[in-house]
């Protein structure tokens, strides 16, 4: 089973850091794939980001291959939309392993809440690292460990970082 | 007697890393404490096997405590109040294996 990852654009990853990390590729922000957030437009394939709800759903409609819901809060509008349009729910596990404390189980809450509603919808998820740096990247055996404490089980997670990553730049 | 299995993991550290075996071990273990709390840390029972190089280290877990460590290696993002992160590079049943790596 081949793994993929995807980061944030100021993340420098060799290729030989990401083969020794187990994934067969790290995708980078604004290098495979594009971010469109509010004001900014992508070229496809892109990833929306943002916490207004109307403005991802219209990023959606426009062809959004996946989509990263960033304060974690369920809209069931949203989600139909997602749906309907096959869209991925992006979950970047930064949120996580970049958070301290109080605010870690917080996060941690949501986006179990979060991907508990995605599965139910039959929304496919893919978990990624989202990092920063590489200070904040995780081998795959650590993103597996990191999806099922937000509640996916071991193939799910194994499923969801392998193919369901590979379709983010698809 | 039932002998208990284990699992053994290489891990690779970014940032500052104490050289010490000791103050190693020490520090790493009240880490994984406060990442997944006192009851389940007799669950792991961690134990520091070999230090490879400066970098690379050989962690000891029980076999039903693994998922846990490996959560724990991806939590851990400071030790002794600086910048420090780890890699799960390979988890095996013997050293050995590892040491292939």
């Known amino acids: 089973m081949d793994f993929y990852d995807l980061v944030g654009q100021d993340c420098k990853v060799s290729e030989q850091l990401a083969m020794k990390l187990g994934f067969k590729k790290i995708f980078v922000i604004n290098k495979e794939v594009s971010a469109a957030?509010?004001?900014?437009?992508?070229?496809?394939?892109?990833?929306?980001?943002?916490?207004?709800?109307?403005?991802?759903?219209?990023?959606?409609?426009?062809?959004?291959?996946?989509?990263?819901?960033?304060?974690?809060?369920?809209d069931k509008k949203l989600m139909d939309v997602m749906k309907e349009n096959s869209c991925i729910l992006?979950?970047?596990?930064?949120?996580?392993?970049?958070?301290?404390?109080?605010?870690?189980?917080?996060?941690?809450?949501?986006?179990?809440?979060?991907?508990?509603?995605?599965?139910?919808?039959?929304?496919d998820v893919a978990f990624v690292s989202m990092a920063k740096s590489e200070h904040y990247l995780n081998s795959y055996m650590q993103l597996i460990e990191l999806a099922k404490l937000v509640g996916a089980s071991d193939h799910y997670a194994r499923i969801s970082i392998s193919a369901t990553n590979k379709r983010l730049i698809e | 007697m039932i002998r208990e299995k284990h699992r053994y993991l290489l891990v690779e550290s970014v940032g500052e890393m104490p050289q010490g075996e000791r103050e190693l071990f020490s520090l790493l273990s009240r880490e994984i404490m406060q990442c997944v709390g006192e009851s389940n840390?007799?669950?792991?029972?961690?134990k520091l096997m070999k230090i490879v190089n400066p970098k690379v280290f050989i962690l000891k877990s029980?076999?039903?405590?693994?998922?846990?460590?490996?959560?724990?290696?991806?939590?851990?993002k400071r030790l002794d109040g600086k910048d420090c992160a780890f890699y799960t590079l390979k988890a095996s049943g013997t050293i050995r294996a590892l040491s292939k790596q």
């Not at chain 1, 404390?101 to 179990?112: A, D, L, T």
């Not at chain 2, 840390?41 to 961690?46: F, G, Q």
């Open chain 2, 62 to 76: 029980t076999l039903t405590g693994i998922s846990e460590l490996i959560l724990s290696m991806a939590l851990i």
């Open chain 1, 90 to 123: 992006c979950i970047p596990m930064s949120m996580v392993t970049a958070s301290y404390g109080m605010e870690r189980s917080r996060n941690i809450y949501k986006i179990k809440k979060l991907f508990e509603y995605a599965e139910k919808q039959r929304i």
């Open chain 1, 37 to 74: 957030g509010a004001g900014v437009k992508a070229s496809e394939p892109f990833i929306a980001f943002g916490k207004d709800k109307n403005q991802l759903i219209s990023l959606i409609k426009a062809g959004a291959n996946a989509a990263a819901i960033t304060d974690s809060y369920i």
């Open chain 2, 41 to 46: 840390y007799h669950k792991i029972n961690p």
